[in-house]
């Protein structure tokens, strides 16, 4: 609060008025030829209250940042100015030290010194040799350097062992995988046809519920199987096809064989036993291979990535991330040739297989996509900014003219992973051809256009033929972060590990992985041989 005073011109009244002009102010009348008691009281009083204004703005400059003043001299230049109306410069110290942190290059330090490690120890030596402002800003600036270097090679590290964890086949997998292919060769009852002879009508039939998964993972497979089914209402009307690989097919259909899912209809096929693979040419194979090719010399893989010092730590992980196998598996581009898959099938909802199903999915077949090909979740909007957060420019390289030219990049993204796909609908479409064609693009421009998997093209394909569903069918992210609660998991009819932190390694996320692991049989003979644990 600014005081003022005000002298009347013969020195009679002396008047101190609040600095908002409020007319309550303390008069003194000081003229009179003879000092009474009375005279002495007041002037007392206006000095007692003279010191202590002056005690309060010193205080205040005091925490201000001000030097404390310690003489009368300098307590009068601090209140003269306030008195009338003026204020004091400000320190130009601040000005140095951020010249100082904003120039590009840091100063070399004198003589070798070494760099302050932590923050202790850099207060502790501004305090012993008294340094001066450009000195401090230098040491400060240095240290911070430092400690940013640290910190991003200790987060390029971390990504990188990721990288290796999730992209490697875990042995308790691999195990699996041997001992089913070996009960197959020894088994009959490991060899059964899928589904018997008596269903096999119902795998046309659309009256039943159609779902689709693809896979080359026995174990994920088998949770998201145990999961539809345990869920459901009518388990009867459902009918789930799952598609495997040429080296897979032994080990997967001897463990369907071997765990009925019934009164549910299971078919298990590689892509071999479809007639439309083949015959002729294949677009998403063809391309996998160019892109095989491409990515082995472009990339030049996860050791020259890593050696990127120019780059920021998240760039270097989407790169390591583009690097999994996972993004060159035929599992994960078969979806966008489902109508040729499956030509008798009107509706079905591809799941992929890092989902678990919690709540009956029937409900979804109720759904009117409004001619619509893709009932799909937006992932643009939601409490979770973390997860919900994605549009395009997410996705695509909106430097690129050719990105910029024909897309929004604040459009909404929308999830693959738990999908109602119209298929009459889509075979009105030239969706698979617009996804191969970008991918064609996407290889001439040195993968310049995205980096990551099949959700880039996909969503270029599908645009303007996405139909937003309620996000309550489909949860994201808990395979990239843990900020979401197993009470809103739970919440969820599919919950989705979408992300390197999948639930059966062992980089998971330990609060989430009770929700896929419960529908393990950890009792199994063959999950108990290659000790496949809970935790």
């Not at 990721?162 to 041997?178: F, M, N, T």
């Not at 909007?381 to 549009?391: A, H, I, P, T, Y």
Request: proline fraction near 5%; include cysteine.
């Amino acid at each position: 609060m600014r005081m003022q005073l005000h002298i009347s011109p013969s020195l009679r009244h002396v008047t101190v008025f609040p600095g908002k002009g409020v007319r309550d102010f303390i008069k003194v009348k000081v003229g009179s030829r003879r000092v009474s008691y009375r005279t002495v009281f007041y002037s007392l009083l206006f000095l007692t209250f003279l010191l202590r204004f002056v005690f309060v703005l010193t205080a205040m400059d005091t925490i201000d940042g001000e030097t404390s003043c310690s003489s009368i001299g300098c307590i009068g230049k601090r209140l003269g100015p306030r008195i009338w109306g003026r204020r004091v410069l400000e320190s130009t110290v601040p000005e140095e030290i951020y010249r100082i942190l904003e120039e590009s290059e840091s100063e070399e330090l004198e003589g070798g010194t070494q760099v302050p490690q932590s923050l202790e120890e850099f207060v502790a030596e501004m305090k012993s040799n008294r340094s001066d402002a450009k000195t401090f800003a230098t040491r400060l600036k240095a240290m911070v350097s430092l400690l940013e270097q640290k910190t991003r090679s200790a987060k390029i590290q971390e990504y990188l062992y990721r990288h290796v964890a999730s992209s490697s086949i875990p042995k308790h997998l691999h195990c699996l995988a041997l001992r089913l292919a070996d009960e197959h060769s020894t088994n009959a009852g490991a060899r059964l046809q899928l589904p018997s002879p008596e269903l096999v009508p119902a795998l046309v039939d659309n009256s039943y519920y159609h779902f689709v998964l693809a896979s080359d993972n026995i174990l994920a497979a088998s949770v998201v199987a145990a999961s539809l089914v345990r869920n459901s209402l009518q388990p009867e009307k459902v009918v789930l096809h799952v598609i495997t690989d040429r080296k897979t097919y032994a080990p997967m259909q001897a463990w369907f064989s071997l765990h009925s899912l019934a009164p549910a209809v299971l078919e298990v096929k590689a892509l071999h036993h479809f007639d439309w693979f083949t015959k002729g040419k294949v677009p998403v194979l063809e391309a996998m291979e160019k892109d095989q090719r491409l990515r082995s010399q472009f990339r030049g893989g996860s050791s020259a990535i890593v050696s990127n010092t120019s780059e920021m730590p998240h760039i270097v992980a989407s790169k390591l991330q583009a690097l999994s196998p996972k993004y060159n598996s035929v599992m994960n581009h078969i979806r966008i040739h489902l109508p040729e898959l499956f030509p008798s099938l009107k509706k079905i909802v591809f799941l992929d297989d890092d989902i678990v199903v919690q709540s009956d999915l029937s409900p979804l077949w109720e759904i009117d996509l409004e001619g619509k090909v893709n009932g799909a979740v937006q992932t643009c909007s939601g409490q979770d900014k973390f997860v919900m957060s994605k549009r395009f420019k997410s996705y695509l390289n909106f430097s690129h003219p050719l990105i910029a030219k024909n897309f929004e990049p604040e459009q909404c993204a929308w999830a693959y992973g738990m999908n109602i796909f119209d298929l009459d609908a889509w075979k009105r479409t030239n969706i698979s051809l617009t996804y191969h064609h970008w991918l064609q693009m996407n290889l001439k421009s040195d993968l310049s256009l995205w980096q990551l998997g099949t959700l880039p093209p996909g969503l270029i394909a599908f645009h303007g033929h996405v139909h937003i569903i309620d996000p309550f069918w489909h949860m994201l992210g808990l395979g990239y972060q843990e900020n979401t609660t197993v009470v809103e998991a739970e919440k969820a009819a599919v919950i989705h590990f979408n992300g390197r932190a999948k639930p059966w390694l062992e980089i998971a996320f330990p609060h989430f992985r009770s929700l896929w692991s419960k529908y393990v049989d950890f009792s199994d003979k063959f999950i108990k041989a290659c000790h496949i644990n809970a935790s």
